[in-house]
């Protein structure tokens, strides 16, 4: 199994240019989730799924979009990229069955917005 | 406040020694989570908990559930523990199993 792999590893944009963020999961996870890392602060949640079909808000949701087509899937997109949107972007996935579960994490993608 | 705290937020020790972090956090819970963030940035796993104490290796995570307090500990430390180790809590009541995470603690382990 691969887990989850996340592509690009890297990228710089400039302002008002947009792109979407891969990841993909082979352990039919049902869970998914988008966070992102700035320096010194803890993972902040963008946006979850809960399965194919059904995606939610996290705590900081604003100038990103996602979908989930597929179990394996889900990007993340982001339009109109600004400066603030330079961070480290994490997807995971995990089991969740009446509970929580252990998340496994993709190896990142960092981004840097000029 | 964050809902999740960690001390210390740096620490730096000799090869060997006997590490703590602590976590402590403001919520009622129904997990917390003990994360490794290598030098190269991956993310893994290492322990969830809800109650008492578990062990893998030289590492042991404890959680007191009514003083809403964690500890991970380190035995005879290497210069491989080296890493961020983050703590986090599943909160009870939230949808989607979320995660509010600490800031981290980086752990040195010097030769």
């Known amino acids: 199994n691969a887990g989850v792999t996340q592509t690009p590893k890297f990228r710089i944009l400039k302002i008002g240019q947009s792109m979407t963020l891969q990841c993909t999961q082979d352990m039919n996870h049902n869970y998914m989730y988008w966070y992102r890392q700035d320096p010194g602060m803890g993972l902040k949640l963008i946006y979850y799924s809960v399965g194919a079909g059904i995606t939610d808000k996290g705590e900081v949701p604003n100038g990103y979009n996602v979908s989930r087509s597929t179990t394996e899937d889900f990007p993340l997109r982001l339009e109109l990229a600004a400066p603030s949107q330079t961070s480290v972007y994490f997807c995971?996935?995990?089991?969740?069955?009446?509970?929580?579960?252990?998340?496994?994490f993709g190896p990142g993608t960092r981004l840097t917005v000029l | 406040k964050n809902e999740v705290e960690q001390s210390p937020q740096n620490l730096t020790a000799q090869e060997g020694e006997f590490i703590t972090i602590n976590c402590s956090y403001s919520v009622g819970i129904s997990a917390l989570h003990w994360l490794q963030q290598h030098p190269g940035g991956g993310i893994v796993s290492l322990f969830m908990l809800s109650s008492g104490k578990k062990k893998h290796g030289r590492l042991i995570a404890t959680i007191n559930i009514q003083e809403k307090h964690s500890s991970l500990h380190i035995t005879a430390s290497h210069p491989r523990d080296s890493a961020v180790y983050i703590c986090?809590?599943?909160?009870?009541?939230?949808?989607?199993?979320?995660?509010?995470f600490g800031e981290g603690t980086q752990l040195t382990v010097n030769p």
């Open positions: 995971a996935s995990a089991h969740v069955w009446g509970g929580t579960d252990t998340q496994y």
């Open positions: 986090a809590v599943s909160a009870r009541g939230t949808s989607g199993s979320r995660l509010t």
